[in-house]
């Protein structure tokens, strides 16, 4: 591992990932506003870990195949958990969790043989808004009566997801249109 804060920083997000699901699971007020603290600090990190990479020059292909491994892990994880407590459902989910793992696989690949893979700006967009909707998710949950509140709101939160979801969605039709010479590498 190339140790330089960037990458210090996306690794932090893997490690806080499953403390974070683990307090969202127990289901305890205050360890749910902790997790909401953690989580929001590794939402942050997520900005400040290529924006310090490329102010100070410390780009690196580790750290470019790192930064959204680590984002990929830390939201996962709290949507993971959210599902678990019946909050989202579970096709949404796997939509996610599918195209993540997909993006990976090829990441890896563009890696092995020296590609560079293109992120949208519309990928950036998805990733922020299911940031800040966990964010918002563990704020009400971190209130006396959150869950109930939350499903007050429910329409509200079904619709955020089904947003996220024709996002994720969009961002990998896109995704493979702006990487498509992997694929005729990959066939050939």
């Not at 109930?148 to 896109?174: G, H, K, N």
Request: charged share 15%; with cysteine; net charge positive.
């Amino acid at each position: 591992m190339n140790y330089t804060l960037p990458n210090i920083l996306s690794f932090l997000r893997v490690l806080i990932a499953p403390i974070v699901y683990q307090m969202i699971l127990s289901g305890e007020i205050a360890l749910i506003r902790y997790a909401l603290i953690i989580y929001s600090l590794g939402a942050i990190t997520d900005y400040l870990d290529g924006y310090i990479a490329r102010r100070w020059g410390n780009t690196s292909s580790f750290g470019s195949f790192l930064d959204p491994i680590a984002d990929k892990i830390l939201t996962n994880a709290a949507l993971l958990v959210i599902m678990a407590i019946h909050v989202i459902e579970p096709w949404i989910v796997l939509i996610i969790i599918s195209r993540d793992i997909f993006i990976t696989l090829l990441r890896i690949y563009a890696d092995r043989i020296g590609e560079p893979i293109i992120t949208s700006f519309t990928a950036k967009v998805k990733t922020a808004i299911q940031l800040t909707f966990t964010m918002v998710i563990l704020l009400i949950l971190s209130i006396d009566n959150g869950y109930s509140q939350l499903f007050t709101y429910r329409s509200y939160v079904d619709i955020f997801m089904y947003v996220i979801a024709l996002l994720t969605l969009y961002t990998s039709v896109e995704f493979c249109f702006q990487n498509a010479r992997l694929f005729k590498r990959l066939i050939n």
